[in-house]
């Protein structure tokens, strides 16, 4: 989706990823039970959210640099922490509509309406998105391989930087959202039904506090705020989760709070940061490729590597290990980009 929107145009690649959304939004709405088509129904229902989730990729990454594109410089950052504000709004809107359904004991049914009012919303995006749509000169296969390879060689310091940064990002919420219903349990009197509804509470303050650190960004500067969030997290994560191990209800409260401060602060103005490393011919494609890789092979495996850090040795503080590296190269990446951007400026 991104090489369809640095070539074929933006809007095109929107638009198409809205009507893929929708498509396989209506898949799972309306298809058959169980009990009608038998084991054929649990396979279209993944293989609707397969379709789901691969358009709704291209519109997660693809939408923020199309708001960025259309937004003055000095902005950018403040509208890069209400985009993400707003996709966290979403998920807890989801989430709020899951609990009400199971509630009121309408789950069997009303599921299928989550579906259909999600389609819904696409298919309203779909005719705003369609007044965007750009002519471009349309080109064969071989051409299109031949700019993806010139794209992606071209701006390789760029994508490498973007893998880092992405990776940390995606880490700090996984450690802080993900791995502490599972670690917290092992640790402290916490459950896991308690843990999960702090996790509550903390997607409303992540949601909350992102478009204050989106301007924050725009004041103090986006790479001094990511720098403070990354090397915050280098230096403090093992004495905060050491004061985790038996700690009080109101201390965990606390703890697991700074950590998504410190996720919030380097993700708010990540799109924008990202976005000034790329040319515009080539954004798209660079930046989408960069964050699936960055978020799914480095910031994906996370939580996973902190708990069975802590099963091997034993240590809490083992549980941070690589989310502190991970923070290390992405604070070495913001300080060589922001050098070589006052570079070019002086010269």
């Given at each position: 989706?991104g090489?369809i929107?640095?070539?074929?145009?933006?809007?095109k690649?929107?638009?198409?990823?809205?009507?893929g959304?929708?498509?396989?939004?209506a898949?799972?709405?309306?298809m058959p039970?169980?009990?009608?088509?038998g084991?054929g129904?649990?396979?279209?229902f993944c293989?609707?959210?397969?379709l789901?989730?691969f358009?709704a990729?291209?519109?997660?990454?693809?939408?923020?640099i199309f708001l960025l594109?259309?937004t003055?410089e000095?902005?950018?950052?403040r509208?890069?922490?209400?985009?993400?504000?707003?996709?966290?709004g979403?998920h807890?809107l989801?989430?709020?509509a899951?609990?009400l359904?199971?509630?009121?004991?309408?789950?069997?049914l009303?599921?299928?309406f989550?579906?259909?009012?999600?389609?819904?919303?696409s298919?309203f995006g779909?005719f705003?998105?369609?007044?965007?749509?750009?002519?471009k000169k349309?080109i064969s296969?071989?051409?299109?391989i031949?700019?993806?390879k010139?794209?992606?060689?071209?701006n390789?310091?760029?994508?490498?930087y973007i893998?880092?940064?992405?990776g940390f990002?995606f880490a700090s919420?996984?450690?802080?959202?993900?791995?502490?219903?599972?670690?917290?349990p092992?640790?402290?009197?916490?459950?896991?039904?308690?843990?999960m509804?702090i996790n509550?509470?903390?997607?409303?303050f992540?949601c909350?506090s992102?478009?204050f650190?989106?301007w924050?960004?725009s004041?103090?500067?986006?790479?001094r705020l990511m720098?403070?969030a990354?090397?915050?997290?280098a230096?403090?994560?093992?004495?905060?989760f050491?004061?985790?191990?038996?700690?009080?209800?109101?201390?965990?409260?606390?703890?697991r709070?700074?950590?998504?401060?410190?996720g919030v602060?380097f993700?708010?103005?990540?799109q924008a940061?990202?976005?000034?490393?790329i040319p515009?011919?080539?954004?798209y494609?660079?930046l989408?490729?960069?964050?699936?890789?960055g978020?799914q092979?480095?910031?994906s495996?996370?939580?996973a590597?902190?708990l069975?850090?802590?099963?091997?040795?034993g240590?809490?503080?083992?549980?941070?290990?690589?989310?502190i590296?991970?923070?290390?190269?992405?604070?070495?990446?913001?300080f060589?980009s922001?050098?070589?951007?006052?570079?070019?400026?002086v010269f």
């Amino acid at each position: 989706f991104g090489y369809i929107g640095d070539v074929y145009g933006r809007g095109k690649a929107l638009f198409f990823t809205l009507v893929g959304v929708s498509l396989a939004s209506a898949l799972m709405a309306f298809m058959p039970t169980y009990y009608q088509i038998g084991i054929g129904a649990p396979i279209i229902f993944c293989l609707g959210r397969c379709l789901q989730n691969f358009f709704a990729a291209g519109e997660t990454m693809g939408g923020a640099i199309f708001l960025l594109e259309n937004t003055p410089e000095k902005k950018q950052d403040r509208e890069s922490g209400l985009y993400n504000a707003f996709a966290i709004g979403g998920h807890l809107l989801a989430s709020l509509a899951v609990f009400l359904l199971s509630k009121y004991e309408c789950i069997g049914l009303g599921w299928r309406f989550l579906y259909l009012f999600g389609g819904l919303a696409s298919l309203f995006g779909c005719f705003i998105r369609k007044a965007s749509i750009e002519k471009k000169k349309e080109i064969s296969f071989f051409q299109a391989i031949f700019q993806i390879k010139t794209m992606v060689f071209a701006n390789k310091k760029a994508l490498f930087y973007i893998i880092i940064a992405s990776g940390f990002g995606f880490a700090s919420y996984s450690m802080s959202l993900v791995l502490m219903n599972g670690l917290l349990p092992l640790i402290s009197n916490i459950t896991k039904i308690e843990a999960m509804k702090i996790n509550t509470y903390l997607l409303v303050f992540d949601c909350l506090s992102l478009p204050f650190f989106g301007w924050l960004a725009s004041k103090i500067s986006r790479e001094r705020l990511m720098l403070f969030a990354s090397l915050g997290v280098a230096i403090l994560s093992i004495p905060l989760f050491l004061c985790l191990e038996r700690a009080s209800f109101l201390t965990i409260i606390g703890i697991r709070t700074i950590f998504v401060a410190f996720g919030v602060a380097f993700f708010a103005p990540f799109q924008a940061f990202a976005r000034s490393l790329i040319p515009q011919n080539a954004c798209y494609t660079v930046l989408s490729l960069g964050y699936a890789l960055g978020s799914q092979l480095l910031g994906s495996p996370t939580a996973a590597l902190a708990l069975w850090c802590f099963q091997k040795t034993g240590r809490i503080e083992s549980v941070s290990w690589y989310w502190i590296l991970l923070a290390l190269g992405t604070s070495l990446v913001i300080f060589v980009s922001s050098y070589s951007k006052e570079k070019a400026r002086v010269f």
